[in-house]
């Protein structure tokens, strides 16, 4: 089963403003990662946050993380729009034995000019 | 480097023929991974290999499929008999250990 899931599921807002995606999973994990994906394209590799960690800044990209609710925001700020795409979280759950990451089925986010 | 490369970018077949689908992962990369990607059950991992030997196969939807590795800059991913509900983009990807590096994919349509 998914071990992420994204909301919301669509997202639109006007070029310039903030976009905020959440994330909630299941179970303890290792570490949590946001991944872009443009249409046709491979997903792209944003950011990791590990599990001591709470917050984690990239550029226009601000990631926190609450284990204690099992959720992760992406905070995309004065977004473009090359911004246009899909985002994913992605966990690496700390079961052990287990390297593969879990994706959840995405936010589709439009950046209108 | 010029990523993860995969071949064929698109393919196109009938049901019930052989589909090998190819990888080649970033050099020093010890991960790599297959995954399927569809509408309804979005990012799906097939099977995972560390160090060219498979770790995990769970993924593995039927026995149709089959993946190798045989060294560390080469993968394969065949599905025989291919049937309809395989048609999907197929991602290879590769890891030091932490963030992935994806290729393009490949997309699948079986007929």
């Known amino acids: 089963s998914q071990q992420g899931e994204e909301d919301p599921q669509a997202l639109s807002i006007q070029e310039g403003e903030n976009a905020t995606m959440n994330c909630s999973y299941k179970?303890?994990?290792?570490?949590l990662q946001w991944y872009r994906q443009n249409s046709g394209r491979g997903l792209v590799h944003l950011i990791l946050?590990?599990?001591?960690?709470r917050e984690k800044h990239s550029g226009r990209l601000r990631v926190t993380l609450d284990t204690s609710k099992k959720s992760s925001s992406l905070l995309i700020t004065a977004s473009r729009a090359a911004d246009t795409a899909s985002y994913f979280c992605a966990t690496l759950y700390s079961g052990g034995g287990a390297d593969g990451l879990t994706f959840g089925k995405g936010t589709h986010l439009i950046i209108q000019p | 480097d010029a990523g993860v490369i995969q071949s064929p970018r698109h393919e196109v077949t009938e049901m019930g023929q052989e589909v090998t689908l190819r990888c080649k992962p970033i050099?020093?990369?010890?991960?790599l991974f297959w995954y399927r990607q569809t509408m309804m059950r979005g990012l799906e991992l097939l099977i995972y290999f560390n160090n060219n030997v498979p770790i995990d196969d769970s993924g593995m939807p039927e026995d149709r499929f089959s993946a190798k590795m045989p060294n560390a800059s080469f993968s394969t991913l065949k599905i025989q008999p291919s049937e309809p509900r395989d048609s999907a983009v197929y991602f290879c990807a590769s890891s030091q250990g932490d963030g992935y590096t994806f290729g393009s994919g490949t997309r699948l349509t079986v007929v």
């Open positions: 179970t303890s994990i290792n570490n």
């Open positions: 946050i590990r599990s001591n960690e």
């Open positions: 050099s020093g990369h010890d991960y």
